[in-house]
């Protein structure tokens, strides 16, 4: 079946121009998390939606990161003023969740944006 | 609170040698542990799981026993292959926080000819 879909897959941006990362995440997961990996880095959390929880929001560098779930699927990452320590690429992740599970539904991993900032 | 502590690459070893990363994690709960690779200009895939204690995951000739009197989760290959180059990300999934993800820093693991 279809994965994590991510677009663009890649994007060049000028400093200080805002932009928007989108992820459709498989069909009926419920939980969507955004990493941020900068070259030869680990995976830095950014934000995480559960269902019709409140989003954890408490990766978010700065006030310039913001993100939106809507509908319980699509997700939009909106930077804005882009700076060129933003530049890094941008994964998404879903994972299926239900009440009483057991907790080993695997994160599934879109294959990133990759946002450069000149 | 929750977190996982991975050894540092990166680890450099010759073909059909023995392979071990050390992962230990803290948790407040009772996690399930993952291990995750990235290969060379790929997106991150689940390489195996555990969801309780003395589990063992396995895939691919990689295996990992979840040690909860040790709180650890090391990654163990008896021959590691050229292909087995990658990053290895070790995590946790917080079940008592809706599942979510804790990861490692990630070892990365060359594997010479």
């Known amino acids: 079946g279809a994965g994590v879909s991510q677009s663009p897959s890649n994007k060049v941006t000028e400093k200080g121009k805002d932009v928007e990362l989108r992820c459709d995440p498989i069909?009926?997961?419920?939980?969507l998390y955004w990493y941020r990996q900068s070259l030869g880095q680990g995976l830095e959390f950014l934000i995480y939606?559960?269902?019709?929880?409140?989003?954890?929001k408490s990766g978010l560098p700065s006030d310039r990161f913001s993100a939106e779930r809507t509908g319980g699927s699509v997700s939009t990452l909106t930077i804005q003023r882009t700076q060129q320590e933003d530049s890094a690429v941008y994964l998404c992740?879903?994972?299926?969740?239900?009440?009483?599970?057991?907790?080993?539904?695997?994160?599934?991993f879109g294959n990133g944006t990759r946002l450069t900032v000149t | 609170g929750n977190s996982v502590t991975q050894m540092e690459g990166p680890v450099t070893l010759s073909e059909e040698a023995f392979l071990t990363i050390n992962c230990t994690y803290t948790?407040?709960?009772?996690?399930?542990l993952f291990w995750y690779v990235q290969y060379p200009g790929e997106g991150l895939q689940l390489l195996l799981k555990?969801?309780?204690?003395?589990d063992k995951g396995s895939n691919k000739g990689f295996e990992a026993t979840y040690r909860k009197e040790t709180t650890s989760f090391h990654l163990e290959k008896g021959s590691v292959q050229v292909s087995d180059s990658a990053v290895y990300f070790c995590?946790?999934?917080?079940?008592?926080?809706?599942?979510?993800?804790?990861f490692g820093s990630g070892t990365k693991l060359n594997v010479k000819p």
């Open positions: 992740a879903s994972s299926s969740r239900r009440d009483g599970t057991t907790g080993n539904s695997p994160l599934h």
């Open positions: 069909s009926g997961h419920t939980a």
């Open positions: 939606f559960q269902g019709n929880s409140a989003p954890d």
């Open positions: 948790a407040t709960g009772y996690p399930s």
């Open positions: 555990a969801t309780k204690a003395d």
């Open positions: 995590a946790l999934s917080d079940r008592g926080n809706f599942n979510k993800f804790y």
